[in-house]
């Protein structure tokens, strides 16, 4: 994986059997990044993080690929890298020929642009390849592989394990119609629900016949053909998302083809881009040479402009300094004025008349320097600052004609020598070839957005199909409450009645196959649980009501509710049942289980690492340092034995990303 969640870079991770080992370990303190792998793994395979507490699976999405790009957790930051990918390398091996699949899926920015802020910035990638050749409906098959509703049993986090198993979820019994491949039947009653449809049509004509019914079922069967509308017209909008979706994968296998040519246009481009710069250069170089030429009469004549600003400088400075000399004496005057006001000086005696007297005099002495002063003061030169300005502004206007000739002769030999290299590159690169890509291009952004605007329109029409079908039920209603009044019994009623005990029928054979299964899950978790329980002879089963409600069953017949058992005992009960939906499934696929040991009750501790290497073919744990520093000390050697890799996480701080190490310890101890 590339720049996933915390991981900034590349790191590989195998999990490859051998012999009896089939256990893999990746453990760290908590905010290490371990969840991250975990997450890895089902973005990868569905695009999206799925939950057990999810109402239903649902779409992914690029925000459910922007949270996971390196760098995005930071808020108002771009990511520093915002090319991310996960691949997995995987067999099949259910079948008589061992399938060998490789799943990429990646994100890469939408257009060349350097900052990328937001979801709407980024485009994603998913490719499948079986046996090394493409899948093209990669969704589908990993669907077939793993159902991403019955990925709850392979994947699942320890504080699930509670919500697992508190109450049938709707989406379970789902992931159980998955497994038994119930299509065929659901196809009939889809089949079935249309001739309902036809015949209710009939029924109706005839019911129109009878007084005020005849308005209610005109106003129904308008709103039955708007959901038949918005029915084609989802169904249109499916067509044309899965043509666009194909016409969208046909243009980047066609580029992908193209790859070396599209790489020559990069650097074609980036040619071009240089010229373009340089050729802005010179136009502002030949310009400021133009500005110059311009100003060259003031250039020459700029030293006699600087002597004449030197007589006029001394001139200026000396009127400066009576000026300053005449603001001290009138500092100095009003000082005096000031104390021979007071009746006392600072020292508390009183001011004597010969102190005033000598006040007076200095008084006097002062007034008469200013008076000769201000005779000396003369006018200030009205051009001296103007002269000053004009010289600045020469100056600064870079009167090196010959730095500045230079520079352009160098910019015309460096566009040559572009120019030279972009006829090269052109040489390699046929223009019939670079105008296909570029028009490839720019027809996979046009169906990407016309994605974006069916997806919009089928939310809509979703959205009215809805409100119509609500608005139908109303008119059914009141249908029926006047069929009552009127006694309306007729041949069409009996048909609709018999095909909707064939759908009744239909319906009743899904839930037996259900049933069936269900009691593959009752055995497969009684076994798992008798191997989990401290007490095996008190207990006779696990049962599943029709509820789907988890219940235990004791050694004498009878229901043990909930609160009859220990909270470890309901935890057992869970993962019992848990497992017991996963080896049901048929399905085979690794256990991932994440920070799981810290949710389980200690009493079962010695029983649940004994069995852990029975829970699946391939078991990883994601464990919390506690959890592995616990699990050295209190596991049996037998448990090592079954370990294949160690993997540790560190957090680096200072760098704000995480890393993962594959370690020894576990062949250490063993």
Known sequence: MKNFGPYKGIYELEFKKRDKRNIEIIWGTNGSGKTHVFKAVKWCLYGYDPSPKDKEPREASRKDAWECICGTNKEDQPPPDPYMYVYIWFEDTTRKETKRYLLKRSVRPRSSMAYIVNSTQIDIDCELTENGKTVYNAREKIESILPVAASQFFMFHGEDLRYMSQKHLEHTKKAIELILEAVTFRQGISDLTKIAKEIEKERDYEIRKVGDLSTIVKLKNDVAQKIEENEKDLEKGKEELESTGKGVVRIEEELRSRQKSRMTMSRLDELRKQKSQLEDDERKFLLRRDNLINQLPSIVILPEMIKILGKKQERHEKREKIREHIL?????????????????????????????????????????????????????????????????????????????????????????????????????????????????????????????????????????????????????????????????????????????????????????????????????????????????????????????????????????????LSTGEREIVALSFILGLKNASEKVAPLILDTFFVHLDESHYSNIIRELPKFADQVILMLTDLEYKNLKERAPESFFESVNHVWKTNRIQAEERSELMLTQEVALHA
């Open 328 to 564: 001290q004496l009138r500092g100095r005057l009003e000082l005096a004025d000031e104390i021979s006001k007071l009746e006392e000086c600072i020292c508390g005696h009183e001011i004597t008349e010969v102190e005033r007297r000598f006040i007076k005099g200095q008084q006097m002495s002062i007034e008469k320097e200013m008076k000769k002063l201000k005779s000396e003061l003369f006018e200030e030169d009205p051009t001296y600052y103007q002269l000053r300005e004009t010289i600045a502004s020469i100056k600064s206007g870079d009167p090196d004609f010959e730095t500045l000739q230079k520079d352009i002769v160098d910019l015309n030999l460096r566009i040559d020598e572009l120019d030279s290299q972009i006829k090269k590159v052109e040489g390699h690169l046929s223009g019939i070839e670079e105008e296909k890509i570029r028009e490839l291009a720019k027809e996979r952004d046009e169906l990407k957005k016309k994605e974006g605007e069916i997806e919009e329109r089928m939310r809509t029409i979703e959205r009215d199909k809805k409100d119509n079908e609500q608005k139908k039920e109303r008119f059914i209603k009141l249908i029926k409450q006047r069929e009552k009044a009127y006694s309306i019994s007729t041949a069409l009623d009996d048909q609709l009645d018999m095909t909707s005990k064939c759908i009744e029928a239909f319906e009743f054979v899904v839930a037996r196959l259900s049933t069936l299964r269900k009691e593959q899950i009752m055995e497969y978790s009684t076994y798992f649980f008798n191997g989990l329980t401290n007490k095996p002879e008190e207990f006779e089963k696990i049962q599943i009501d029709d509820d789907y409600n988890v219940q235990v069953i004791d050694s004498k017949g009878n229901i043990i509710y909930r609160p009859g």
